[in-house]
């Protein structure tokens, strides 16, 4: 069962100062991402603002890491492992349509083989959510299986009551644990006035279902609406980058000297058209409607298929971002007869 | 940190050139721990590592039986294997793998077996041709159909001979019309064709079959018109990799993962699939 308490809002800076004079890494919402904050002066804990342009995922899925380094000489290789800083860092104030998303692209960076650096990184998070109080016509949270009250992937959540106390609820363990050196700043918490403040949260309205979508998408493979839809993409991946869970990368060696380098891992696009390229010229999504078939498939069939969950938080950047005003909601909206 | 992305080291001994853009490396790990440890099966696959290039995916040429090294082909086309042509023997590659699925060799001990290959695609055939061979009491009989461009392109030339001069595998060797010399002795024609020619029987026996999509394509009906079913012909498939490892999100098809699904597949698999390969 969760705990809840009720903390003002003062005091919640002050924890979140000890942890940025811990040396911890502390990130919370800016103007458009997520930042680092070096000055508790900057939160600013805005359950109206809308999401940020892009997620946090760069924090446990860098845009670009060393996987090795390589040096060569004469006939020989000497490989150096990458390291990864598995510091803590403690994400304040997160959307609900964020934090889940670390959970939804664990499992695919751990079936059969586990990606460390995905996990060294995960494994020290701390997901303070919040409550969000607002939305706009992109995002579809409650289309697939989130909500601006949900908690899922929070290990604290916070709910504003007005602008100087939030309530704070222990979702995990890990919160727990976090939250516990502090508990002299918590006090008892007031349930019901907890409840109206979430009673009233405002839903985005339903888009679709889901499970018609997977369905819709398991008979038409071949559809006319995809070549609509690939027609006006410019295949930029601006909507993969904005993303807080796609994931898929390339695996790059960059040389800085005549006999140094490191190999990368870097974000890469399935809406590209060199993402599937063979050196042969031939490439099975040639073109941009088997590209973007592939996105939605991808996201609302395939990963439901392998892991159970929907490869979307629904968020809204993809669509909020797109410079051709591609709207996924719509989009998958429209996948039914 | 296990890293599942660091490659082992391997020296290059020996360089082959099996044709005049196909050339294969027989490789061994610089690491004995490694050398002892690194088993496979027949079909699987590994990333093979130019250090400044990057990787490439290919099969494993040479047989899991064969403990001493181990060998891959390749057709330099791209970046990576422009860059791994360049290097020479006693040079360091990185190899990661073995990875995917492979052909179920044990679970086909007691049938015939008929082999068809294309081009480069004798390289993962040539792994199980081998395997079968070290094996040969536990299968029926064995016939290999080969196909390359012209005489000049068929690789593993050794082993062509040496499976020809056996009397317990039937061998037919083929080149496409114009890639005949005046002494060429063995067939010319497209694999479909020879295959017609050839009339192997379906009966208690398995296919398989690895080459160019064309090939794969209209050799299909020719086997079927003899009476194979989809569930007797394993092939494999090939797509862009990455990773290998079911992660970088390139190489599948609908739901499948080649790189941890496949890549070998039987052509019962391979239609209920999205054609989108």
């Known amino acids: ?337 | 940190m296990n890293n599942i992305y660091l490659p082992h080291l391997a020296e290059i001994k020996q360089i082959i050139e099996e044709s005049p853009d196909t050339r294969t490396f027989r490789l061994a790990f610089r690491d004995r721990d490694t050398a002892d440890r690194f088993t496979f099966n027949a079909g699987q696959f590994a990333e093979y590592s130019a250090f400044g290039d990057g990787e490439s995916t290919f099969c494993i040429a040479s047989s899991p039986t064969n403990r001493e090294f181990i060998e891959c082909s390749f057709k330099v086309y791209g970046k990576v294997t422009q860059s791994l042509q360049r290097l020479n023997t006693g040079d360091t590659i990185g190899i990661r793998g073995p990875y995917g699925n492979w052909f179920p060799l044990k679970e086909l001990k007691g049938r015939n077996l008929l082999f068809i290959a294309g081009g480069i695609g004798m390289a993962p055939v040539r792994c199980v041709i081998e395997n079968v061979l070290d094996w040969r009491d536990d299968y029926g009989s064995l016939t290999i159909i080969y196909g390359a461009r012209s005489v000049n392109d068929i690789i593993y030339k050794d082993k062509v001979k040496e499976w020809k001069s056996r009397s317990d595998v039937k061998t037919v060797i083929t080149v496409d019309p114009g890639g005949e010399t005046s002494s060429w002795d063995g067939e010319v024609g497209f694999v479909p064709a020879v295959v017609e020619k050839t009339k192997p029987s379906s009966e208690n026996t398995s296919v398989i079959m690895c080459g160019p999509p064309v090939m794969i394509k209209f050799t299909m009906p020719v086997l079927e018109k003899i009476g194979f079913s989809g569930s007797d012909i394993y092939t494999t498939l090939e797509n862009r990799m990455k990773c290998g490892l079911g992660k970088c999100g390139r190489c599948n098809i609908g739901n499948v993962y080649v790189c941890k699904d496949g890549p070998v597949f039987t052509y019962e698999q391979i239609r209920n699939l999205p054609q989108e390969f």
Not at chain 1, 94 to 121: H, Q, V
Not at chain 1, 166 to 172: E, N, P, Q, S
């Open chain 1, 1 to 337: 069962m969760t705990e809840e308490k009720l903390i003002l809002k003062e005091d919640l800076l002050r924890i979140c100062d000890d942890v940025i004079k811990k040396g911890d890494t502390l990130l919370a919402p800016g103007k458009s991402e997520y930042v680092i904050v070096k000055d508790v002066s900057e939160i600013k804990l805005d359950p109206e603002a809308l999401p940020t342009k892009i997620s946090f995922k760069s924090y446990v899925f860098p845009k670009s890491e060393p996987v090795l380094y390589y040096k060569r000489s004469k006939n020989d290789v000497t490989l150096i492992d990458a390291d990864v800083n598995g510091r803590k860092i403690v994400v304040l104030g997160a959307k609900p349509c964020d934090t889940g998303s670390i959970d939804i692209m664990k499992d695919l960076f751990n079936w059969d083989y586990r990606d460390e650096f995905f996990n060294l990184r995960a494994k020290h998070f701390i997901m303070i959510g919040m409550m969000c109080k607002t939305h706009d016509e992109y995002c579809f949270c409650t289309s697939v299986g989130c909500s601006p009250v949900s908690e899922n992937g929070s290990d604290l959540f916070l709910i504003p009551l007005s602008d100087k106390e939030f309530a704070l609820r222990i979702v995990t363990e890990k919160g727990r644990e976090f939250i516990e050196p502090y508990f002299r700043f918590l006090c008892d918490a007031d349930t019901k006035r907890t409840e109206e403040v979430l009673s009233a949260a405002k839903n985005p309205e339903t888009a679709f279902d889901p499970d018609e979508v997977h369905e819709w998408l398991g008979r038409n493979f071949e559809s006319p609406k995809w070549d609509g839809i690939g027609e006006v993409c410019l295949s930029c991946a601006q909507c993969a980058f904005a993303c807080p869970v796609c994931h898929c990368f390339d695996i790059v060696d960059e040389d800085y000297s005549y006999s140094e380098g490191r190999r990368m891992k870097n974000w890469d696009g399935c809406q590209f058209g060199h993402f599937t390229l063979h050196a042969s010229g031939h490439n099975p999504r040639d073109i941009q409607s088997k590209r973007y078939r592939q996105r939605i498939n991808h996201k609302f069939r395939y990963y439901v298929d392998k892991f159970g969950k929907i490869l979307c938080t629904g968020c809204g950047r993809c669509s909020r971002g797109c410079p051709v005003s591609i709207d996924i909601k719509e989009i998958v909206s429209n996948c039914k007869d």
